[in-house]
């Protein structure tokens, strides 16, 4: 972030995660940037000449941003946008100009997306543990999710190649004092997490939508606040169902955070998405006001109980909070959600990890030696696998529904934590920082699908669906373009629950495959 604004003509694209809004929030642990802007934001709040350090000009291009994946066995990666990171050969490529007139503002930066999509060596139709699809779901459709708790997550989108140009990062935006209002197609971040937040994330692509937020953080007697409205569009990806009349679901969601001042390392906030069956695009801005509503607890019956759930709306209810102490280049942050409302104060005292999801974690940086030089540990862990209060109610499956069976998604993939539904994930990150070059190592863990591993009535159950990927990462920056660079060497165990067939462990599972998974990121900057 410039100590000042500079009067670029061209500006590199800053997306909702990745590099860029990493080195901002290194920034701020460190002191060099105000504590403030990152829990709530997407591409053109993060672009904004004030957040920015530009000058407002007329016009700007912003140069490309061009991702390429290779995934040698398994599909692997998460928030990259309209991308579908599958199996063989995969990139992702943004560029496009920033025009502002008066108090109107045009971010236009469509994206690219491609993947080679190669043949899988598991097809999960071919296993017993998988269940009979319905005769209108597609056949790349999840056989672990049909029913009760539906979603739509395709194992792999159909068996071409995909090609595909979206409209990605674009929004116009109007600009009344410290208010702003407009329309867009980019991805909201919302939360704390650096992986995975539970509500918002840009594991998706972008979904069409209005919105209302605070240009800057508004200061008054009770503290600073900012906080965003949305409200759009969910579209059903083309591998899920032949049925064309429920393919467009609407959306509309608050997020808000307060702190007690300005230098405050403590921020808390608040957000809830409320989802509905809608028919067509014409009938989102009804349920506009949705995200105050009552969504009852459509997910409250057995996962035995074949009564249908009639259509209508789901949720999802979340609180943060992160303590950032820049003097000692620490943060914290925790996110807790719930699927299910409450049924009454009672209900909420008894049992307050109903239906629950949460994602922690912490991040420390230390200079050591000269100022050039910095050390950084990051760390997060996610759950939104059921909660113990299956035994003795209803617990539904997080992400998934079963009065919106599309569930929490857009064009087939998660709009909010990427590791899936009904699974859990732990991750570990250290860094090395000299000048414009980094070095780190990682290592993650997924339990994938847990709760739909526990609702099959198969006696062979033996082993979970679980990922292990150690990874080194490194990156190289200067005033004209920055490289990103990620390795990671997984081992999927029992992938997509193949094996049923005894529970003895062994070199010689059915289920286990390895996969290598090598990512190149080129941010170009302007001039």
Known sequence: MPDRPVAALAQGVITVSGDSVDRLRLAQLEGRAPLAGLLLRSTSSLMSPRVAGMARRAFTIVTPQTTFI????????????????GKGYNARVLAGFTATLGPVRVVAIPEFAYSSNHELSVDPLDLRFAKPLPPSRSSFSSPFNVFPYSIDMPYRFGDQPIRRIYPGQS????????????????????????????????????????FLR?????TSRIGQIEGRWIVGGLRESDYFNSDVADDVRSLSAIGLTWKRSP????????????????????????????????????NALPATDSTPTPPGPDQILSLFAQWAIPRYGLESYVEWARAELPMSPRDLVEQPNHSRGYTGGLQWVRQIGSSDSRVRLQAEITNVEQSTTYR??????FYTSRAVIQGYTNEGQLIGAGLGPGSSGQWIAGDYIHRNLQLGVNLGRVRFNNDAFFEQREPNRCFHDVTVYPGVRASYSNRFFRLGFDFASTSRYNTFFQRIRGCE???????????RHLAFTLTTFGF
């Open 70 to 85: 290779v995934n040698s066995a398994l599909p692997f990666g998460q928030n990259d946008g309209a991308l579908w990171a």
């Open 171 to 210: 929004s116009l935006t109007i600009s009344v004092g410290a208010i702003e209002l407009g329309s867009a197609t980019e991805n909201n971040w919302w939360g704390p997490a650096l992986r995975n937040p539970i509500v918002m994330s840009d594991n998706a692509a972008g979904f069409p939508h209005g």
């Open 214 to 218: 605070t240009a800057r953080p508004l």
């Open 263 to 298: 230098a405050s390392g403590l921020t808390i906030g608040l957000s809830r998405s409320v989802f509905a069956p809608v028919d067509g695009y014409g009938g989102v801005a009804a349920n506009s006001f949705d995200f105050i509503t009552n969504t009852g607890r459509p």
């Open 392 to 397: 003795f109610r209803p617990n539904g499956s």
């Open 505 to 515: 462990a062994g070199p010689g599972a059915l289920g286990d495959r390895s996969s």
